[in-house]
């Protein structure tokens, strides 16, 4: 199965792993704006440029996969890993399944499954039949609004609405929704030993505040910030606060492992 990679930069690595209507394209706003970092984004199995796996991958598949795409392009060192929402459910499977490859784990807008609750595994598990009857761009033109914040420009929203229309198709899309209702980290949190940054817009409505203060709240030592004037994608959305809190912790987190 090929894994499309976008690459970019030098310094140490950090892995970026984009939400379920994402992509590689997801980090745009990170690619441009960070600095002195070796960045790496995937486009998921069943994703844009990415080949359809044979069959589902699991939950378990996934962050197989995101461990080779991390280990051929960073190294046996490891590398620093964020994931955004479905992509944070991953990064914490990485930092529990491979706590050897993951140097820092940095959770934006994420949350620790689906699997929670029936009612939200269900309503995760029939987004891929909503996608089968819409088409991928009224699929994405539907839900583009909510993922951003109330007052958004509607110039916001085409770039959000595009990126997605472009990233998602069966049945890549529906797998990933079926692994991620599958999924609850809740009680796998308190095994997580890696640094630990939880970053949430203040106006996400589709995760939420709650989802990640129970993601910095279950984590040891986790820490926890808000991102002023952003929704759900607010590594999109204000991508100069949030590529600063990526920096600061990456370079907080490198310093403490020389001493």
């Known amino acids: 199965m090929t894994v499309h990679v976008d690459a970019a930069g030098t310094g140490p690595a950090l892995l970026m792993l984009h939400g379920i209507g994402g992509s590689a394209d997801s980090f745009a706003e990170q690619f441009r704006g960070i600095h002195g970092l070796r960045l790496i984004a995937w486009d998921a199995p069943g994703y844009a440029r990415s080949a359809d796996p044979g069959d589902a991958p699991g ?3 996934y962050v197989d996969a995101a461990a080779q795409v991390l280990t051929e392009h960073a190294g ?3 590398a620093h890993v964020l994931g955004m929402s479905w992509g944070g459910t991953i990064a914490i499977g990485l930092a529990l399944k491979y706590p050897h490859l993951v140097r820092s784990l940095m959770l934006g807008d994420s949350l620790v499954g689906s699997g929670v609750t029936a009612e939200k595994a269900d ?3 029939a987004r891929g039949a909503e996608l089968d009857e819409l088409g991928a761009q009224r699929f994405a033109e539907r839900r583009a609004r909510r993922l951003l914040a ?3 420009s509607e110039d916001a ?3 959000a609405a595009a990126r997605m229309a472009e990233s998602v198709r069966l049945p890549g899309y529906r797998w990933a929704a079926e692994a991620l209702a599958a999924t609850d980290h809740t009680a796998d949190l308190p095994r997580i030993t890696a640094p630990t940054l939880v970053l949430c817009g203040d106006e996400d409505r589709v995760t939420g505040r709650d989802a990640s203060q129970i993601l910095a709240g279950g984590i040891p030592d986790a820490v926890f910030v808000t991102v002023r004037g952003a929704g759900h994608l607010a590594n999109q959305e204000q991508p100069e606060a949030f590529n600063a809190w990526i920096e600061s912790f990456v370079q907080i987190t490198e310093r403490l492992m020389t001493r």
């Open 150 to 152: 109330p007052g958004a």
């Open 59 to 61: 939950a378990d598949g």
């Open 76 to 78: 046996e060192g490891g």
């Open 157 to 159: 929203v085409a770039t």
């Open 123 to 125: 309503a995760m598990r």
